[in-house]
């Protein structure tokens, strides 16, 4: 009787360790850059007309695809993030071409962005201003 037992616990032992093993590659998926979101929510009076993200400092910016404009007054949106590193600069596009740059996002801790009126990112320019715009590549 004893050595079932044993037998018992050494199966359950197994089951538990492959369960456990299981969970903890889920979590590690989960985590991947690939399944990162951000929540938008736009507080401004004005339409969101495109989003982008860059390595942080740098201007490689990738948009992201929107069905369309994310209205103000507390439209949302979930996009998924572009695989890459944590700290992101995100750029945001507002109607009539004005952008806000929020720059040294931590997208791995931080999983909402609330465009605000009265809100100071660090860079705010018109995209005609912009260096993109004015003709370099």
Do not use: Q, W
Not at 27 to 52: G, I, Q
């Amino acid at each position: 009787m004893n050595i079932h037992r044993v037998a018992l616990s050494l199966s359950s032992v197994a089951i538990l360790s492959t369960t456990l093993l299981m969970a903890l590659s889920a979590c590690a998926t989960t985590s991947d850059a690939s399944s990162r979101h951000l929540r938008v929510v736009n507080a401004t009076y004005d339409d969101m007309t495109a989003l982008a993200f860059a390595p942080s400092g740098s201007m490689d910016f990738r948009e992201v695809t929107l069905a369309r404009p994310l209205t103000g007054a507390l439209g949302s949106v979930t996009v998924d993030v572009p695989s890459g590193a944590c700290v992101r600069d995100v750029r945001v596009t507002l109607h009539g071409d004005r952008t806000l740059l929020y720059p040294h996002m931590d997208v791995c801790r931080h999983d909402g962005l609330r465009l605000a009126v009265g809100a100071r990112p660090e860079r705010s320019t018109s995209l005609k201003d912009a260096p993109e715009a004015a003709g370099s590549p």
